[in-house]
């Protein structure tokens, strides 16, 4: 019977090392599949995205008036109708070579790193050239890295202007947070989840806002004179001018217009509004797209809703940035060299076992046997609670296999030098002890690494995360399978 | 007794020997940066199909000699090649792509290989994200220890700890800069594991000093 417990136990190990080493092998379209999950590996072993920055050279025209001001017009107009209006036109920098300055270079990286990090990128690179103000990012390669390129450039200089006037309202630099919510819509019968994008101002932002929404508050009009075309149609106080047969009624009469404001990112219309009612708690709060029930649409809001959020929150760029590099570049870290590497620590930990088997005897060899099947677990563990394997991980899986050695070790020890190491109470007196001993010695690392899991960097957290699972694993695997060998060998 | 004393007097003098010689090589030479963390110059060749990196290798080996080199696949199809060193000349990159043109067949000219600057990653953006993490992991700690060991001067322990943390550190920055081990991706993995073998070493040294004394306190009681 104990005989019979200690083949299954060896069966089953043998088992998970052929599944974790070699594989499941399923015949798919004349072509054999692995089953087993890959690892998913960090950007320091796959590659990364790398995007080259450099500071935009090119110039725009702008128009100007009399006093020097820009002037905003939608209109194209010719050199005839700028003079008429004492309009110049000017070929201006986009950048001016007063803004090419290091202090400007790094306060546009450190912008760009906050950006990064406010949509969740949990390792990147990032260099600066501080002659030139190139700036060159590394990012993981994922289905968020075209968003994330996209965003990198923007400059981020948002403004709420009159739609009429076109006077600067609000600027970034009334924004005090930007961030995403979302919940369910209360006016329909929908059912549906609406994204809002929250702003919220600054001290002096909340007292604009409040002046701004009770200045352009729903009901508050503007005059207007407006045309109005109808078809074959008279009425009275109108000048009436026939056209074929369309009748064009030039109003005389003042009509009036809803007072609106434009939000605008980077020059680019977001939306014109006016407020239901004076905003008061200094929180503008936009929703984004309409209700929806649908998850891919969801998630397309609250990505757009990410990137406005974090461009707003980050600050605008003091230099526009043009994207002149962006490709994918494999990691130098080759397949070969894991390889090698992983063949390294097999065979030392081979030698170690070999040592184990020589010191303790049959002890030693079915914890030999154990310890082959501790590492096949783990390393299927890993991948499947999709833990992201970095070179820290992989040093993690080292440390792993060496505390489970120090481990198996002192439970030998203990067992070797209690006084009949053949008696079953003195194996679990044995194994009982060292889990103690052990245990308590590696309190101060378990704390380490939890609170490592819990880090916002990726290399950080794959090496918190596979040194957990390798602690539990530890605990479990030793006393479900290891002692059970050991008390199955001794009650024989 | 007097070989205990010997022996540790031997042990403190290596450290302190280490550490001095580590502060004056920093001072001399600095530390010996890797490349990927260098100011660096890189060319990209288009080379129309999948290569071994082994290959590439071996004609770096002969244009740049003994300069380091990090060669890296380009996108999905990998059939492109990023060259990364130190400084690449003209006459190198001339002879670079003659050589790649002679081995895979292409037509690539020098007017269209452009090479790059590539700034180099500064170390406190490579620590900085580190720092956090390991701070309030080693601040649980430490309260962890001046409890758990509160019988042998909770202070005292956790005063020692603070020090045998910083003095394996610092033992390993020393070797790094004796042995010129290049600072680079391996160097962050090293100190995590000097670390945690600090923090078992520790435990287990107050681990025994507390069953030492809890013995001491027993055959007291008894006598």
Known sequence: ?492 | MKQFIKSKQLKITLIVLVIIAGIVMIAVKGFNFDLKYQDTQKVELYLQTQFNISDIKQITNEVFGNQKVMIQKVEVFEDSVSITTNTISDEQKNNLITKINEKYGTKITAEDTKIENVAHTRGRDIVKPYILPFAIATLITLVYLGIRYHKLKASKVVLKSIGLMLLTQIILFSVIAITRIPIGRLTIPMVILVYLLTLFGIANKYEKNLQERNIEEKKNKKN
């Open chain 1, 1 to 492: 019977m104990r005989r019979i417990k200690i083949l299954t136990i060896i069966l089953l190990i043998i088992l998970v090392t052929m599944v974790s080493f070699f594989g499941v092998y399923v015949h798919v379209q004349n072509r054999m599949e692995n089953k087993v999950k890959e690892y998913a590996l960090d950007m320091d072993l796959k590659g990364a995205r790398h995007v080259k920055l450099v500071a935009n050279t090119e110039s725009k025209e702008v128009i100007k008036d009399a006093n020097g001001n820009e002037v905003e017009t939608e209109e194209e107009m010719t050199d005839e109708q700028l003079a008429e209006k004492g309009y110049t036109k000017e070929s201006v920098l986009n950048n001016s070579q007063d803004s090419l300055t290091l202090e400007n270079y790094e306060k546009s990286k450190h912008i760009i790193e906050e950006r990064l990090k406010s949509q969740g990128v949990e390792e990147y690179e990032i260099s600066l050239n501080d002659k030139n103000g190139e700036i060159l990012v590394q990012i993981p390669e994922n289905g968020a890295t075209d968003n994330l390129v996209s965003n990198m450039n923007t400059v981020g200089k948002f403004e709420i202007i009159d739609a009429e006037t076109k006077e600067v309202l609000m600027t970034n630099q009334d924004i005090k947070l930007a961030k995403v919510m979302y919940g369910a819509d209360t006016s329909s019968s929908s059912n549906g989840t609406v994204v809002y994008l929250n702003i919220e101002f600054n001290k002096e932002g909340k007292e604009k806002l409040k002046n701004i929404s009770n200045t352009y508050k729903e009901g508050e009009v503007i005059p207007v004179n407006t045309t109005n075309t109808t078809d074959n149609t008279t009425s009275e106080n109108t000048t009436n001018t026939s056209t074929d047969g369309n009748t064009t009624n030039e109003t005389s009469t003042p009509e009036t217009k809803q007072k609106e404001v434009t939000m605008k990112i980077d020059g680019e219309e977001m939306m014109t509004t006016s407020f239901d009612e004076v905003i008061e708690n200094g929180i503008l709060q936009l929703s984004m797209g309409s209700a929806t029930t649908d998850s891919d649409a969801l998630q397309e809001y609250i990505n757009s809703a990410s990137t406005i959020a974090s461009v707003l929150d980050s600050g605008n760029l003091p230099i526009q940035y043009d994207i002149e590099k962006n490709e994918y570049i494999l990691s130098d870290v080759t397949n070969t060299q894991i390889e090698y590497i992983a063949l390294a620590v097999g065979i030392i930990l081979l030698i170690g076992l070999l040592v184990l088997m020589i010191r303790y005897k049959l002890n030693g060899v079915l914890s030999a046997i154990g310890f082959i099947g501790i590492v096949s677990i783990y390393l299927l563990v890993i991948r499947y609670t999709n833990v992201s394997v970095s070179i820290q991980g992989i040093v993690g899986i080292v440390v792993t296999i060496i505390l489970n050695y120090i481990f198996v070790n002192k439970m030998l020890w203990k067992i070797k030098h209690s006084e009949d190491y053949k008696k079953l109470e003195n194996v679990k007196q044995g194994i009982k002890e060292s889990y103690k001993e052990f245990f308590l010695r590696i309190i101060p690392i378990c704390i380490s690494i939890i609170v490592l899991c819990f880090a916002n960097w990726s290399t950080i957290s794959s090496f918190g995360m596979v040194m957990f699972w390798g602690i539990v694993l530890i605990a479990l695997y030793n006393y479900l399978i290891t002692s059970t060998m050991l008390k199955a060998k001794a009650e024989k």
